[in-house]
């Protein structure tokens, strides 16, 4: 597996580009990268010192990856961005590398990013996710396994979207998103039931989706304040491991957390 270098591509001395690394023209790759084996470089991509590529990833025309944070409390630490394997990163998506916060913005493995996506200084995206076109996340976001984002979803700061979860398209979402669930909303973002089909097609047999649908009934519909419906959670519902995966998400966080609503409150 031979490596490719366009003859108009500028790679730091320092860079480190394991084999069968392809550059396209006129990237620019600084010093203190590492690029794993097999990923392909497009055109015109800006990766900038701190910031660690794995193996077999696609990066597209256009991308800038590890620029400084658009944070003013940013003074120009030694910080990175980390991007797993097989990831494909489509055209023009900027991605920031971490602050002092946390040190580090973190990319799974096995993601679609597609094209003018952004995600913000200290964001930890998980693995085999999809996000779809110019979806834009604020700083410290957190994305869990195979998540779905729709197009053009806007995500605060902070917020948090859990496992298996899907977002739609335009959603403004500024509530924590817990796992297994839709969630959508422009004016008003909002719980908006169970992603059965999502967690079906990845291999969730009937009796766990039906377990997750009624954790998922006491927390929006028994008419319960969240603290009693946890509890009501924990003493009705068996403790298999995506009931704890749902209580531990809506006891876990240190920003004031604001979780989703049903769609009729």
Do not use: W
């Not at 055209?91 to 580090?104: D, I, P, Q």
């Amino acid at each position: 597996m031979n490596s490719s270098i366009h003859a108009t591509a500028i790679i730091g001395p320092e860079a480190v580009l394991e084999e069968g690394v392809s550059v396209g023209p006129y990237s620019v790759i600084e010093d203190d990268v590492t690029i794993g084996a097999g990923t392909m470089i497009g055109p015109h991509v800006h990766i900038f010192s701190g910031t660690r590529i794995g193996s077999g990833c696609r990066i597209h025309t256009g991308a800038v990856l590890g620029g400084e944070p658009q944070d003013l409390k940013f003074s120009g630490e030694k910080t990175c961005l980390y991007i797993g394997d097989r990831t494909v990163i489509r055209e023009y998506v900027t991605l920031n590398r971490g602050t002092k916060a946390s040190g580090r913005t973190v990319v799974g493995s096995d993601n679609l990013i597609m094209a003018y996506v952004h995600a913000g200084h200290d964001c930890h995206i998980g693995s085999h996710v999809v996000i779809a076109n110019s979806v834009q996340f604020g700083g410290h976001c957190e994305v869990g396994d195979y998540a779905v984002i729709g197009g053009l979803a806007g995500i605060h700061q902070f917020v948090r979207i859990g496992r298996y979860s899907m977002v739609g398209g335009i959603a403004r979402a500024s509530l924590d998103v817990p796992p297994f669930v839709m969630a959508g909303g422009h004016g008003s973002f909002r719980y908006e039931g169970l992603n059965a089909i999502g967690l079906k097609r990845r291999g969730f047999s009937s009796g766990t989706i039906t377990l997750i649908r009624d954790v998922y009934r006491i927390i929006f519909q028994s008419g319960l304040l969240l603290g009693k419906a946890l509890e009501k959670v924990k003493a009705e519902c068996p403790p298999e491991p995506e009931v704890l995966e749902i209580l531990d998400f809506f006891a876990s966080g240190t920003h004031g957390r604001k979780f989703l609503r049903p769609f009729n409150t």
